[in-house]
């Protein structure tokens, strides 16, 4: 079988609040994820290493398009989430209340996911897993409660197991045909052809008919011979094999102490921890309390599918025998926001040219505009593509800024190519930022794929005041990225007017990673040897062995005396690549601005310079390519 699991069911678009604290009313913005307890369940597994399919539908909408592009990010096969023109994707709007006071609001009117068929193109996918995943909402309506059957009978053909999610979701039940007592009937009718049944208390009690929930749970027993797992929140999990005992002789499998954020998802967490170690033949126990671990991990983020744990999260943890989740809290959040980071292969080549201050005094010196300087830039990028296609570079990129490149900076990053924004006021030292009073608002309005730039001028031989108020700042930034997903990347240089060395660029990072930053990109100059290479390395990897590595910058240096940097640097694993600009634009800048070049003899001229710090780059480069985690 090609899959472990196949989930059918609910999947939606997340628009949770960001303001925590605040009722749905008063929230002010939101952000967005895959949602649905199928959608959360597939995300789930395929980051625990399970090899899962979606099967549902979306619109035909934006909407529909995002959840099938976010299913393929994850590694989910999404090629039976089929798109209906003539529905739209479900939504549902969260506000960040208390734990125990959600407020949860569905827009699932005529929802795409509530006509999910069951043809041949679903039936192959359901014989190909291992596993198939329903849940109880979707017998709420005629038309996929018939999908569900067929799906469940082409699974116990081909010899596959089946769980069910109760999924009670009281907005949703009340509305099918036969109101929530109709849903209750046709999940028992369905309950003798199933392998594991899962749900908390509450829908225990649903499905059993009854107050009390161990009479539910014996009720439940009648219609199946099922594992029946009770999820308790708080107090863990507990799984019911045979017949259902005392209430006094349970023994759950305990929960995690963690800091509760929303609790949304939670059950989608909890099956998929269960399932990951369930489909390996473990012990039920121990697939429990994987379920509580990953349940846990969930209840302390902000969403659902974006928050699932991935396998190496759960292993770094899961063998200690009493684990602090609070004390460990921004120790995971970090490894969690590393490994859901793109993979970028190795060999940036990438054009700075976020210059600010050089392109305001070709202004002031030849009288010419902002919009020349904008035209310019356009130049710049016009030349960069065409290096990009004529030498088939795999992954080109740009830095640059806000003030004369925000047209350029739009079109290449629907282009696919990697880019850098400047954050810092230039030259400032101690270092400012140029939105200093509403850095967090700037960067939370860019595109999340942008990676944020700051130059910090440093020196070890800086007295410790000025050093504690730039590593202050450092933080600040390195906070505000962390909090909106962003990547950033830290570029020191060692101030022009004092010594200079490689042992002291090594000293001056290193101090930064000791302060408590962990960039997810360093922009170096290139060092001597390829010692100090493996110095530098060793020393970051000891702070962060996630760090992305070293982009190699130009200085301003003539091209031919970057050669030799350059082919040390491409012949070092941890250098990913370059980022060089005033080398490569800055005379022809210099003589565009003039009237000296006309547009194609500028382009002619960058063209030719930007090739050639590619092909010193491609020359000696070795083929290694960036790990997303060891």
């Not at 849903?183 to 059993?208: A, C, P, Q």
């Not at 392109?359 to 030349?383: C, H, N, P, V, W």
């Not at 090594?506 to 000791?514: D, M, R, S, T």
Request: hydrophobic content about 45%.
């Amino acid at each position: 079988m090609q899959f472990d699991v196949a989930a059918l069911g609910r999947i939606a678009v997340d628009l949770y609040g960001e303001q925590k604290g605040t009722s749905l009313e008063d929230t002010a913005t939101f952000r967005r994820y895959v949602g649905g307890s199928s959608g959360n369940l597939a995300i789930g597994c395929a980051r625990l290493g399970l090899k899962t399919a979606m099967i549902s539908s979306t619109g035909e909408d934006p909407m529909g398009r995002y959840i099938r592009a976010e299913l393929a990010k994850a590694g989910v096969d999404n090629t039976c989430v089929t798109a209906n023109p003539q529905r739209r994707t479900a939504l549902a709007f969260l506000g960040m209340q208390r734990a125990d006071a959600i407020a949860l609001d569905f827009y699932r009117d005529r929802a795409a996911d509530m006509a999910v068929g069951f043809g041949d193109r679903e039936a192959e996918k359901v014989r190909q897993s291992r596993l198939l995943a329903l849940t109880g909402t979707h017998m709420s309506e005629p038309g996929t409660a018939d999908a569900l059957r067929k799906a469940v009978e082409t699974a116990r053909e081909a010899a596959g197991k089946v769980v069910l999610d109760i999924d009670f979701r009281k907005a949703l039940w009340e509305q099918s045909p036969g109101g929530i007592e109709g849903v209750v009937s046709s999940i028992n009718d369905l309950l003798d052809k199933i392998n594991i049944v899962v749900g908390n208390e509450e829908e225990f009690l649903r499905l059993g008919g009854s107050d009390d929930i161990v009479e539910a749970l014996k009720k439940v027993r009648g219609n199946t011979s099922a594992l029946l797992v009770l999820k308790l929140g708080a107090e863990g999990s507990i799984a019911f094999a045979g017949e259902i005992p005392p209430r006094s002789e349970w023994r759950p499998v305990p929960g995690f102490k963690v800091g509760v954020l929303n609790v949304v998802g939670a059950g989608d967490a909890f099956l998929a921890g269960f399932l990951s170690l369930w489909l390996q033949g473990e012990p039920v126990k121990a697939c429990l309390r994987r379920g509580n671990l990953n349940g846990a991990l969930v209840v302390s983020r902000h969403a659902c599918s974006d928050a699932m744990p991935f396998l190496a999260e759960i292993e770094t943890i899961e063998d200690e025998s009493a684990v602090d989740l609070i004390a460990k809290g921004s120790e995971l959040e970090r490894l969690h926001a590393v490994l859901k980071r793109p993979r970028v292969e190795r060999g940036l080549t990438a054009l700075a040219f976020d210059h600010r201050v050089p392109f305001a005094q070709l202004i002031a010196e030849t009288g010419r505009s902002k919009a020349d300087a904008i035209a310019f830039k356009k130049l710049i990028a016009r030349a960069a593509k065409e290096v990009a296609g004529e030498r088939g570079l795999a992954n080109p990129g740009v830095l640059i800024d806000q003030h004369y490149g925000t047209d350029v900076m739009e079109a290449l990053t629907e282009d696919g190519w990697w880019v850098g924004r400047p954050v810092e006021e230039t030259g400032s030292r101690p270092l400012r930022f140029e939105a200093e009073d509403s850095l967090e608002e700037t960067i939370s309005a860019w595109n999340p794929k942008h990676v944020a730039k700051v130059l910090v001028w440093y020196h070890p031989g800086d007295d410790i005041a000025l050093k504690n108020e730039q590593q202050a700042s450092l933080k600040r930034l390195q906070a505000c990225c962390r909090g909106r997903g962003q990547e950033w990347m830290l570029e020191v240089i060692l101030p022009l007017n004092l010594e200079r060395s490689d042992a002291l660029l090594i000293a001056a990072v290193g101090e930064l990673y000791a302060a408590g930053l962990k960039p997810d990109w360093l922009k170096l100059s290139g060092f001597e040897t390829a010692d100090a290479w493996d110095q530098l390395e060793s020393m970051v990897k000891s702070f962060d062995p996630y760090c992305r590595g070293v982009i190699l910058l130009g200085l301003s240096q003539p091209i031919e005396d970057l050669r030799k940097p350059i082919e040390l640097a491409a012949q070092q694993p941890f250098c990913q690549g370059f980022a060089v600009g005033r080398s490569i634009f800055m005379d022809p800048a210099r003589k565009w601005f003039a009237g000296i070049s006309t547009d194609e003899e500028t382009v002619n001229e960058i063209k030719g310079n930007y090739a050639k710090v590619v092909d010193m780059w491609s020359s000696t480069k070795q083929s290694t390519s960036i790990a997303e985690v060891a």
